[in-house]
Structure formats: structure tokens, C-alpha cells
């Protein structure tokens, strides 16, 4: 595929930025689920939130193009072979992943509406609704924004420019996989959905990792490539869980089960591998000390805020806690991944536990330096469930650069969760 002649026509309405409503990442649709089934009643608020203020999106996306795009969104609905892939296909060993109710609601879905306006230079995106019908705004309005400033900065670049430019950045990615090809008992998957440069340049990040890593490539978290290249699709769940039964709770001592009512109602739905433990929403280390032992039976724990060797460190030692062997569990880290710390996180736990990777932003958005003054550098933007029924919802992390909420609410929940003190550390993507 020619990439640069792609972008440099990107204009065809072949291109359009989100091209069905799989084009999104697995976990959104295993917890679209789950919630359809437990929380159908609850009504919810998303907005974007870019935490890199210095990227004025707002000045640098047309907002005629931005509603172009989200409007074309709300026309997509679920093709056929899409439904059969969902109901049909094998996932984590498991037939049938999706239940026949999810799946008749999914098959009639349509994305809801959405609120636009533009506030000091910043878009303000925000979508309000029925929890399971809002909650799968947040894949592709993040891919939206942030393929529209990719093409904000490319637009005026000439056909050879491009080529270049594309053709460095395949060399970049390239001479990553050759550094990572040796790796004995490397397992790695792409996590770069949300933050994506685009999705031509997704799938070829996945293409070019099947290649050079072969087996040690396990899958995608985005689903419409994962049925697209017939390989796995890879997720579980994420903070917006916990966020939202939290902001749900009625007094303290229910928002500090809140974390643990969600692993209730995903272990009643969910065996093996995608009884993964998220346990840094208000504090792992505050987490585990307070966790049920049925916990401890689960087949591992994601790493996703801190630092990534103290939070593998406190895992193994609560898992010897409860009397569990380590090396028969499985960590996935998935902060800020690059290279030199994937070989460095291998190196250090291969053999103390199972080790996997979830690589996201600097897998399918490394154009650093690529574009005159940095302009294709990624930038840290989320979109996130910011009220539920009417109430704020809080994030703490294991980064309190990474917190968010009312001031209040999140000395509230420091309180309540027994966090102590925490390393600042600098949010890269």
C-alpha cells in the first residue's frame, strides 16, 4: 500500500478517518457488554480531556472537518460479516464471547448524539446518555482528533515530501522490530488504537510486526484489523469500570468496595485469561492490601500508571501474600511503552512471572521528529467518563499527574482509599 499517495488524496471518501463501528478496541466492547447486562440504567457523561495543553487543538482542526467526521460516525451501523465475526469467532479460547441480547442491541446500534463547542483553544467534546450507548464514543472520537491534526500537519507537504516522511517513519518502526526480534519469549500486542497517526498507518504497524516478530506479535486490541488479518483480538477491561460504580456509591465504606463490586460482576461473565486485575484506578498498593483472596486466583494483573518496576514488584509480592506462585501469572505493562523499556521490563521479570506488553501510542504514532517543529509528535489526550447519574466520577492512579476529578472528590477518595504519598511522574502519552 502507498501510504503518502493515500494521505496526499486523503480527501477520497474511501479515506474516511473511522470506517465501521469495530474500529475500535476489544476491551470497549467486552465492557459495552458487561454493562448493557449490569448497569443498563445508568446515564453517563464522557468528555475529551487533553492533558498536553500546549496542542491547541481547536486551532489546529477545521471544526467543520471535525463534525464532517464525527457526524459520518453516527451513519455507521454493524455490517454482516462484522455480526458473524463478533458471534462466530473464537476469542481467548471462548465461543461465543457475546451474548445473543448484546449482540440483536449491537446489530441496531447507532452512535448517539454528540456536544461540540470550542473553549480557549481547546475543542470540548462531550457525549451524555445511557451508559453502554455513550461509552463507545471514546475510540473514535480520540481517533478522529487526533487523525485530523496528523493531516492539519501534513496537508501542505508536496507527494515526494510524503514519501519521505513515510518512508523514515517505516525505517523507525522497522529497526524497533529488529531490536525486539531476538527477545526469547517475547509476547507483544498492539495498543495503539486510540492514539493513532491514522488507520492506514495502524494496520500497517500490525502488518510489519507479523512479520518480523511472528509469534511473538500475539494480537491487536482493535477489532475491525484483528478480523481483517485473521489474528487475535486483544483486551479485557479498564478504569472506566471503577470510576463509574464508584461515582455510584452511596457512602464511603460502598466506594471502597465499589473497585471490587465491578471484578464481582466481570468474574460472574468472564473466565480465564480475561481475569485480569486493573488494580491501579485508586492505588494499587491500597488495592491489594484490601482485596478479597478469590482475587488472587485470577490469571494476572495489568501495569498501566507509576513506575512500571515497583508496580511489578508489589504484584508478585501480594501474589506470594496469598500463597499463589508468581511465575504461573501473568503481568501486562501498558504505560508509555517504547523499546528500550520493553527490554528492560523483559529483562528484569521473564522467569519471576509471565511477562507481556500492551504497545500503544509509540507503536502506531512515532513521528517524532519527523515534521517540521515536532508537529507529528503524539500528544497525551483521553476521553473520559467524567459523571455517572449526575455524581463526578474520580481517577487517582499510581501517577498524580495522571489524577482527575473535583478537587474535593479527589481528597475524598485519597481519604477513603489510603493513599498515601505519590511520585509525580511525567505523562508522555
Not at 8 to 16: A, F, G, L
Not at 170 to 191: Q, S, Y
Not at 331 to 359: A, K, M, N, Q, Y
Request: neutral net charge.
Amino acid at each position: 500500500m502507498d501510504i503518502a499517495t493515500r494521505v496526499y488524496n486523503h480527501k477520497w471518501k474511501i479515506d474516511p478517518i473511522v470506517r465501521s463501528l469495530i474500529d475500535t478496541d476489544f476491551y470497549k466492547l467486552l465492557m459495552c457488554q458487561s454493562v448493557f447486562r449490569n448497569r443498563p440504567d445508568t446515564t453517563v457523561t464522557f468528555s475529551l480531556i487533553n492533558r498536553s495543553r500546549h496542542i491547541r487543538t481547536a486551532e489546529l482542526i477545521d471544526e467543520g472537518e471535525l463534525r464532517e467526521q464525527l457526524d459520518h460516525v453516527r451513519t455507521l451501523s454493524l455490517a454482516r460479516g462484522e455480526s458473524t465475526w463478533l458471534r462466530g469467532n473464537m476469542f481467548y479460547g471462548k465461543r461465543q464471547m457475546f451474548r445473543s441480547d448484546f449482540m440483536e442491541w449491537f446489530e441496531n446500534y447507532r452512535l448517539p448524539p454528540y456536544h461540540l463547542e470550542v473553549r480557549d483553544g481547546q475543542y470540548e467534546l462531550t457525549f451524555e446518555g445511557r451508559w453502554h450507548e455513550v461509552m463507545l464514543w471514546e475510540i473514535p472520537a480520540l481517533a478522529i482528533i487526533m487523525e485530523l491534526r496528523s493531516r492539519a500537519v501534513l496537508k501542505d507537504m508536496g507527494r515526494f515530501e510524503l514519501q519521505v516522511l513515510y518512508a523514515r517513519a517505516m525505517t523507525r518502526l522497522w529497526e524497533k522490530i529488529e531490536r525486539l526480534r531476538p527477545i526469547e519469549g517475547l509476547r507483544l500486542a498492539d495498543f495503539g488504537t486510540r492514539r493513532r497517526h491514522s488507520f492506514l498507518w495502524q494496520d500497517w504497524c500490525v502488518q510489519a510486526m507479523l512479520e518480523g516478530l511472528g509469534a511473538r506479535f500475539i494480537g491487536t486490541s482493535n477489532c475491525l484489523i484483528a478480523m481483517r488479518r485473521d489474528i487475535e483480538a486483544i483486551g479485557t477491561n479498564a478504569h472506566e469500570l471503577p470510576m463509574v460504580y464508584a461515582a455510584l456509591a452511596d457512602s464511603d465504606e460502598e466506594l471502597a468496595q465499589a473497585p471490587y463490586r465491578v471484578l464481582e460482576d466481570w468474574q460472574e461473565e468472564h473466565e480465564g485469561n480475561l481475569r485480569i486485575i486493573l488494580p491501579d484506578t485508586y492505588g494499587t498498593r491500597g488495592f491489594l492490601e484490601r482485596a478479597p483472596d478469590w482475587l488472587a486466583g485470577w490469571t494476572g494483573m495489568r501495569i498501566d500508571s507509576g513506575d512500571p518496576v515497583a508496580g511489578a514488584e508489589t504484584a508478585i509480592e501480594w501474589w506470594k501474600s496469598r500463597g499463589e506462585d508468581p511465575r504461573r501469572k501473568l503481568l501486562i505493562f501498558s504505560d508509555g511503552l517504547d523499546v528500550d523499556r520493553i527490554i528492560d521490563l523483559h529483562e528484569r521479570f521473564s522467569g519471576r512471572v509471565r511477562v507481556s506488553f500492551g504497545w500503544g501510542t509509540l507503536l502506531t504514532n512515532d513521528f517524532r521528529g519527523l515534521a517540521k517543529e515536532d508537529g507529528l509528535a503524539p500528544f497525551s489526550l483521553v476521553c473520559k467518563a467524567v459523571a455517572a447519574d449526575g455524581r463526578p466520577t474520580v481517577k487517582l492512579s499510581d501517577n498524580p499527574n495522571k489524577a482527575m476529578g473535583p478537587p474535593g472528590q479527589i481528597e475524598r477518595y485519597r481519604r477513603v482509599f489510603g493513599v498515601g504519598e505519590q511520585k509525580a511522574l511525567e505523562v508522555v502519552v
